[in-house]
């Protein structure tokens, strides 16, 4: 047991007063940063936690002595979300203020008015609560190292969420250089529960390299660089070679806080009847709403933005009562996000509708119950979810899922099993991307000229950059420096350039300020602004392609009067959905009906629409893969037919037509389904690995079946089974051989080359990488314009210099983030000589759920832009003959 | 197709091939658009779009064996782009010359012309019946055939909408898609494209080996 004379007395009284005894779980925290160790706390919400981070900090600073000089700042703060940042800042106040601490504790977000960012530089508070990507800014900043000297602490809050990211990567490698700027500094994670805790502390951990490199040797000695003026180095200064760098876990003591009581998780069958496909959960709706009714307040969570207007819809069709029932995504303003959070913490409504963007973040006391629309997808992320409903430990959670289809019904199920034993998804370990440590160099750069032997080894005591080569770091440097191209052209436009002495600067103030303009590893997909308004045609000012030419290159032949710009904005949405829509369109956004006039630019032009029933926008399924565990629960459950007595009678019952008409395989089998449908063929495969990885699956499958003759039409995919169509029987294909695992190879490797996940990725990358800007002083460029200009760029560098830095970047992005190859690539070991083929005659029970998916997603890429080409010339002819 | 009453091609490049003059035209190619960005911003694009372009041009060039190589103005992005050429581009460039004529027509990016390249420099050009200059001129030009504008296609059907640069023709006058790797497009229902034809125009849309016609029904805007 910790002894409690770990608190001051002025901070046990303050205890008592409040009636609360300190968590075991908070004085070992105090313990730990005594004795100068770094920590990971994992605690389930509601136990303290972020005070049992802060407690340390707090007691130092109230026992500091008085100090002539100002001091610099003693703990930061770090929080994935920028509201969380500041409410935790007032929620840090009421101890500070209760206890007479004479401690500032000010937060710093994008959002921070200027004159407050410029006093904090000044004056620093003794706590700064900020996000990764201001952190960034401040280590790309001249003064950085002054001014974190005083270092003691950094905390970094939801690191679960954190570390398995860019974001991760970046925040990795500014604790390292904070390290450096202050070499006592403790760190602190604060994390939800995990799988594996020791790839969070991995993460969080200083890492040393086993035999230090003899640094001046290397150093001192300027000799004339390979490519950007590096050190030829063949086999790099010795020392520095593909050594693994220590995976030190240990460098860093976990904390674990108590668990609190078993979360109470039921599954809806609404009207005892599950839908067969689907992903609303609409059948359920009146249910819903009945259970809100009885509930204190509620979290409704969906899996993405138009299932959380869809379920705002219905449930406000539904609300008699005129109960306060509010919307939470990441489309709507921050304004209006902010608002909902504030009534929601003042306990006024009695349910939000929300996304991912509540997983996680500020606490409410209030909320009862944590309903889940629609199939959960992992049960990490679920167990995370119900841990916002009733942040007493001593109370048990209650969550509610209800499945949206069938299959849903299974996953439902399989996650409620799994979250009562306890059982979590496992995460794969992350190798620190190339295009984040790019950034992070150019920002190196921009704050204070570097040896690179220094920051080389700096790089890598961050965690996920431990196992970097000596030549991969070179290759980023030269990118930053140069672009990294076998052809020396920008060889006199360095951005950065080496002195005789060997250390590394910013060439001018004007790539400093450019690189500044561009810190962060969140790309975002392309967001438009919804705005309402009637929209004209698009016109120069609106839509021409920056970078890419036709505004600067070509000047119109008459000037246009500029187009009032204007109309109320009332959120962002992703581009992609408006160009679904045609003019006329009617959707739904922030909770009403509005008409789609049209798209202007990064202005989307909407009105309200007289109709109250909007026409259905094509509805995606979710955006998270199903995890790998709960698929193999799935799987499981499936099988095995004593499991199907939890499941309600219609489920049961279809799963034995299934049974009865087709088959149901085996735990470690994948079922594959053929059969004729109008004048097409089909082939259905349950491999139960997420859409992505069937997604990949489907375009590999599709282009061998081409070479094989057997005109594949079209394809399908969703969490749980694959389709894929042709113009002739399937019946009779060598199988073992059409889903041998060479398809990861170079058909692969072909048909990612030219894939527009590629070229996305690639954006991505070089966002990040700072190859291409995201904005550029007094401008800040679409992403549609930059969507434009990236896929001329990507083409014309795939052809000219394959293994360029950016492509590599490129390459493992999409096959992990885009395309889960890894996961395909388990799937299809799993399966080798296990494919259990039914020919049958006509469609199967389980396959009704995946046909009545054809036909809500669209054809993309090259072969089929073809196929519109000459599809559109054939009704021309069509129109000219008639 | 016929254009003012004469019969040309319009190539899947984007080039304009005049089969009895021998000649083939080709517009904007913004030789050295990549390297601007590295000289002004200190961005660094890849510099392989000058190859790039030379190498879709040699094809064309080997393909038809032109007489006259005709280009039709913002042949180089900005007035210094000539002399960043890398020595190898420079060299397949001068090559082009060697047995037959290079035309460079003026453009806005590119006033001057080249300075050191061979070839001729021009404001303008009548041949076979035809005016070729770099901008269009405003109103209804028979036989006028110009670049500039950069028109690109967004053409819809049942199945999705796809982007390409293209040709754009009324049967009078033409605008050439622009040639160059890093050159964007610009739809060819914007405002710039207004008061250019007599009647609603048809858009050529690259595809690759060929250039498909579409009618206005199937375009959208961006």
Not at chain 1, 235 to 241: C, E, M, Q, T
Not at chain 1, 622 to 647: C, G, I, N, Q
Not at chain 1, 762 to 783: H, N
């Amino acid at each position: 047991m910790v002894p409690a004379d770990l608190l001051p007395p002025r901070f046990s009284e303050w205890f008592a007063a409040r009636g609360w005894s300190p968590r075991a779980h908070q004085l070992a925290m105090i313990e730990k940063a005594k004795a100068g160790r770094d920590a990971l706390l994992i605690a389930p919400t509601g136990g303290g936690k972020t005070l049992a981070g802060f407690l340390p900090s707090l007691i130092e600073l109230a026992e500091r002595a008085p100090r002539n000089t100002p001091a610099g700042i003693h703990t930061l703060y770090i929080s994935p979300l920028k509201a969380l940042a500041v409410d935790v800042e007032r929620n840090l106040m009421t101890p500070i203020r209760e206890m007479g601490l004479s401690i500032v504790a000010e937060s710093r977000t994008g959002d921070t008015g200027e004159s407050r960012k410029a006093r904090q530089r000044i004056r620093p508070p003794d706590i700064l609560l900020t996000t990764p990507e201001q952190l960034a800014l401040f280590c790309a900043w001249e003064g950085a190292r002054e001014y974190f000297a005083d270092l003691s602490c950094v905390i970094v809050d939801e690191a679960h969420a954190m570390w398995p990211s860019k974001r991760g990567d970046l925040l990795a490698l500014d604790i390292a250089r904070l390290q450096t700027f202050a070499p006592r500094l403790r760190r602190v994670g604060l994390s939800a529960t995990v799988d594996d805790p020791d790839l969070v502390r991995r993460w969080l951990g200083r890492h040393r390299q086993e035999d230090p490199p003899p640094l001046g040797e290397v150093a001192a000695k300027p000799t004339e660089g390979a490519s950007a003026g590096l050190r030829p180095s063949p086999s790099g200064p010795p020392g520095h070679l593909p050594q693994r760098g220590r995976i030190d876990a240990s460098s860093v003591d976990l904390v674990l806080g108590s668990g609190g009581a078993q979360p109470v998780v039921e599954v809806l069958v609404s009207g005892g009847r599950v839908p067969w496909a689907g992903h609303t959960a609409q059948h359920a709706m009146a249910e819903v709403y009945e259970i809100i009714r009885q509930s204190r307040t509620a979290l409704v969570f969906v899996n993405t933005r138009f299932q959380a207007e869809f379920a705002f819809q219905e449930l406000w069709k539904l609300n008699d009562d005129g109960l306060p029932i509010a919307l939470h995504h990441g489309s709507l303003s921050a304004e209006q996000r902010r608002k909902v959070e504030a009534a929601m913490a003042r306990g006024d409504l009695r349910a939000v509708v929300c996304t991912s963007t509540l997983d996680m973040g500020i606490d409410w006391g209030d909320v009862d119950l944590v309903i889940q629309l629609a199939a959960p997808k992992g049960a990490s992320r679920m167990v995370q979810r119900i841990g916002r409903a009733n942040h007493r430990l001593d109370e048990p959670s209650r969550a509610l899922f209800v499945p949206a289809s069938r299959f849903e019904m299974l996953e439902c199920r399989a996650a409620a099993d799994a979250i009562l034993e306890n059982h979590l998804d496992g995460e794969p370990a992350r190798v620190g991307a190339l295009d984040v440590l790019a950034q992070h160099v150019m920002g190196c750069a921009c704050s204070e000229p570097f040896r690179l032997v220094d920051l080389y080894d700096e790089v890598r005591s961050a965690g996920p950059y431990a196992d970097l080569s000596w030549e991969d770091f070179e290759t980023v440097v030269d990118f930053v420096s140069t672009g990294g191209y076998a052809l020396k052209t920008y060889d006199r436009f360095r951005r950065i350039v080496e002195d005789k002495d060997g250390f590394w600067k910013a060439r001018n103030a004007q790539v400093v300020q450019r690189h500044r303009m561009n810190v962060g590893a969140i790309v975002s997909p392309a967001v438009v602004n919804v705005r309402i308004g009637g929209g004209r045609r698009p016109s120069r000012s609106g839509s021409a392609p920056t970078l890419s030419g036709a505004r600067s290159d070509a000047k119109p032949a008459s000037t246009f009067a500029d187009r009032a710009r204007g109309g109320r904005k009332i959120g962002e949405a992703e581009e992609g959905y408006f160009e679904q829509l045609t003019p006329g369109d009617t959707f739904v956004f922030a909770g009403q009906v509005w008409q789609f006039n049209s798209l202007v630019g990064a202005d989307a032009y909407v009105s309200p629409a007289p109709a109250k029933d909007p026409k259905m926008p094509s509805w995606g399924g979710s955006k998270f893969p199903l995890s790998t565990y709960l698929a193999s629960r799935v799987r499981k459950m499936m099988h095995d037919e004593a499991e199907w007595t939890a499941l309600p009678p219609d489920v049961q019952e279809w799963m034995a037509y299934q049974k009865a008409r087709s088959l149901i395989p085996d735990e470690d089998e994948m079922l594959l389904e053929t059969f004729p449908r109008g004048k097409r063929f089909h082939m259905v495969m349950y491999p139960f690995e997420g859409r992505l990885a069937h997604t990949t699956l489907a375009m590999l499958l599709t282009r061998r079946l081409d070479r094989l003759g057997v005109g594949p039409l079209g394809f399908v995919c969703n969490d749980y089974a694959l389709n894929i169509w042709s113009l002739r029987p399937m019946d009779e294909l060598d199988l073992p051989d059409l889903f041998d695992q060479d398809m990861l190879g170079d058909d692969l490797e072909d048909w990612l080359n030219e894939s527009f996940l590629m070229k996305r990725a690639f954006k991505a990358c070089a966002l990040v990488g700072g190859l291409i800007e995201r904005r550029y002083p007094g401008e800040e460029k679409s992403g549609r314009q930059v969507t434009f200009s990236t896929d001329l760029i990507y083409d014309v560098l795939r052809k000219h210099q394959p293994d360029h830095l950016l492509l590599r970047c490129a390459r493992m992005d999409a096959a992990t983030g885009q395309l889960d190859v890894a996961r395909l690539g388990d799937l299809l070991a799993r399966i080798k000589g296990r494919i259990r083929h039914a020919a049958l005659d006509k469609v199967s029970p389980f396959a009704v759920p995946i046909m009545l998916e054809i036909g809500r997603e669209r054809a993309p890429g090259d072969a089929a832009g073809e196929m519109i080409l000459a599809e559109a010339e054939e009704d021309l002819i069509a129109e000219a003959l008639s | 197709m016929l254009l003012a009453g004469r019969t040309v091609l319009l190539r899947g490049s984007g080039a304009l091939w005049l089969a009895s003059e021998r000649a083939l035209v080709v517009a904007d190619l913004h030789f050295e658009k990549g390297s601007s960005y590295a000289a002004r911003f200190g961005q660094m694009l890849p510099p392989y779009d000058t190859r790039e372009t030379l190498t879709r041009l040699e094809a064309e060039v080997a393909a038809l064996e032109p007489a006259t190589l005709i280009f039709l103005g913002d042949s180089f992005h900005d007035g210094a782009a000539e002399d960043r050429l890398a020595a190898d581009d420079a060299d397949r460039l001068r090559a082009l010359a060697v047995g037959r004529d290079l035309i460079w027509a003026v453009g806005n990016h590119d006033a001057d012309g080249p300075r050191a390249l061979p070839g001729q420099v021009i404001d303008e050009m009548a041949i076979g019946g035809l005016i070729l200059r770099h901008e269009p001129e405003p109103g209804v030009q028979p036989g006028e055939v110009a670049g500039h504008l950069h028109p690109a296609a967004r053409v819809s059907s049942g199945r999705g909408s796809v982007r390409k640069r293209c040709f754009v023709t009324d049967g009078q006058r033409l605008i050439l898609p622009a040639f160059g790797a890093y050159t964007g497009g610009l739809n060819i229902l914007d405002q710039a494209f207004a008061g250019l034809f007599a009647a609603p125009p048809l858009a050529g849309a690259l595809g690759g080996r060929r250039v498909h016609a579409v009618g206005p029904k199937s375009l959208r805007p961006d």
